[in-house]
């Protein structure tokens, strides 16, 4: 599998009408596991870098609801950068995937729908540490 379709970029339905615009994201229909937890970065801007972590249990899908931002993902083979600039679109990244969260726009509501209940002992934020266990992995 490809580190684009391990991280596919998903579509959710949008309702427009006069009245404007509903998008909707159920958990285990429109993203691939069930939410336990939802939270939101705003306030950041071109100058941060948010994330550099990878998560070995959680399962995360990110969408900007407003504004933009970019996410760099790798598993050490491979890396992409997707640009998060719709808010009915999302990116799905597993666990164990690498991820940096930058250039947000300064109107940037970047929404976090995750699989798990806040661990931080799963968080891996070393990257030479990352690499080693990916090492081992493959
Ligand atoms: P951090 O992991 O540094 O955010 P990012 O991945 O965007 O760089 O988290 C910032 C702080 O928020 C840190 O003290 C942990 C805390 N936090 C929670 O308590 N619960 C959560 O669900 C998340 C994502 C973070």
Same mark, same amino acid.
């Given at each position: 599998?490809?580190?684009?379709?391990?991280?596919?970029?998903?579509?959710?339905?949008?309702?427009?009408?006069?009245?404007?615009?509903? #998008? #909707? #994201?159920?958990?285990? @229909?429109? &993203?691939?596991?069930? &939410?336990? $937890?939802?939270? /939101?970065? /705003?306030?950041?801007?071109?100058?941060?870098?948010?994330?550099? @972590?990878?998560?070995?249990?959680?399962?995360?899908?990110?969408?900007?609801?407003?504004?933009?931002?970019?996410?760099?993902?790798?598993?050490? @083979?491979?890396?992409?950068?997707?640009?998060?600039?719709?808010?009915?679109?999302?990116?799905?990244?597993?666990?164990?995937?690498?991820?940096?969260?930058?250039?947000?726009?300064?109107?940037?509501?970047?929404?976090?729908?995750?699989?798990? @209940?806040?661990?931080?002992?799963?968080?891996? $934020?070393?990257?030479?540490? /990352?690499?080693?266990?990916?090492?081992?992995?493959?």
């Amino acid at each position: 599998m490809t580190l684009k379709e391990k991280c596919p970029i998903v579509e959710f339905k949008d309702f427009g009408d006069e009245r404007g615009r509903l #998008v #909707v #994201v159920e958990g285990r @229909h429109s &993203i691939p596991f069930d &939410i336990a $937890r939802v939270f /939101y970065i /705003y306030g950041s801007d071109s100058t941060v870098i948010r994330g550099q @972590h990878a998560n070995r249990n959680s399962e995360f899908v990110l969408i900007n609801v407003a504004g933009k931002s970019k996410v760099r993902v790798t598993d050490t @083979h491979e890396e992409f950068v997707a640009r998060l600039d719709k808010p009915r679109t999302g990116i799905y990244i597993p666990a164990m995937i690498w991820k940096e969260m930058y250039d947000f726009s300064e109107d940037s509501v970047l929404l976090v729908l995750a699989s798990t @209940h806040y661990d931080g002992g799963e968080y891996i $934020r070393d990257y030479a540490k /990352y690499s080693e266990i990916m090492k081992k992995k493959s």
